[in-house]
């Protein structure tokens, strides 16, 4: 297992996780429909990576128990706090998405949304998901992605991507997740391609799906 570190900046950390909580309803607004498919019928444990402020805790069943993968010390508020609200029990791992501390084939239902645009090596980050997944398990999941090649978003990713990167804290605008994803060797991978219609244009080239192992 590669052992990471996030180092959280103690300005743009508060920043971010202000704008993730005021951006909650809007986020919802874009993702409710989706987000509710594929996380319909979970299981009673989940593990999410990279569960912020906690916005997809209103998808998830009262009683659920939720291990949070979050690196983030300055999310972790309100994640607690979104827990009690959405009658979550809430389980919060400081740990990276490519530094996992849970046992191999242990877990039914993985969980990410706008996040493997972020880890340090998603590549490592996807394998771990797939090693505590159990043979029967999902991983479902929502992200933003690198634009058709040549195309005028991808044009916009490119110009985007430093001052986005370095802002959000290590966020790429120009990720090929999908062939990460497509690498990764699970047993059935479905994925959806769109653009989402919103204002923040880099990120709207997007892929949703899930992984079978």
């Known amino acids: 297992m590669e052992q990471t570190t996030f180092k959280t900046n103690k300005i743009r950390g508060p920043i971010n996780s202000w704008i993730f909580k005021n951006l909650d309803g809007y986020m919802n607004f874009l993702f409710k429909k ?64 490519e530094s996992i501390d849970l046992p191999d084939n242990s877990c039914d239902f993985v969980i990410s949304t706008l996040v493997l645009c972020t880890v340090s090596n998603p590549a490592e980050c996807i394998n771990q998901i797939k090693r505590i997944l159990k043979p029967s398990g999902v991983f479902v999941f929502i992200e933003h992605v690198k634009a058709r090649e040549g195309s005028i978003l991808s044009y916009i990713q490119n110009i985007f991507h ?52």
């Open 162 to 213: 430093k001052p986005w990167h370095w802002f959000f804290e290590g966020c790429n605008t120009n990720r090929n997740i999908g062939q990460l994803l497509k690498s990764g060797g699970f047993r059935v991978l479905k994925i959806e391609q769109y653009n989402l219609y919103s204002p923040f244009i880099p990120i709207t080239s997007q892929i949703r799906g899930k992984a079978f192992k």
């Open 34 to 97: 989706e987000k509710k498919k594929l996380f319909k019928n979970h299981p009673d444990t989940v593990v999410e990576i990279g569960s912020g402020a906690g916005a997809n805790m209103r998808y998830l069943r009262a009683g659920t128990k939720l291990i949070a993968i979050e690196p983030n010390v300055f999310m972790h508020n309100n994640l607690k706090k979104n827990a009690i609200n959405h009658g979550i029990n809430l389980e919060i791992r400081t740990l990276t998405g």
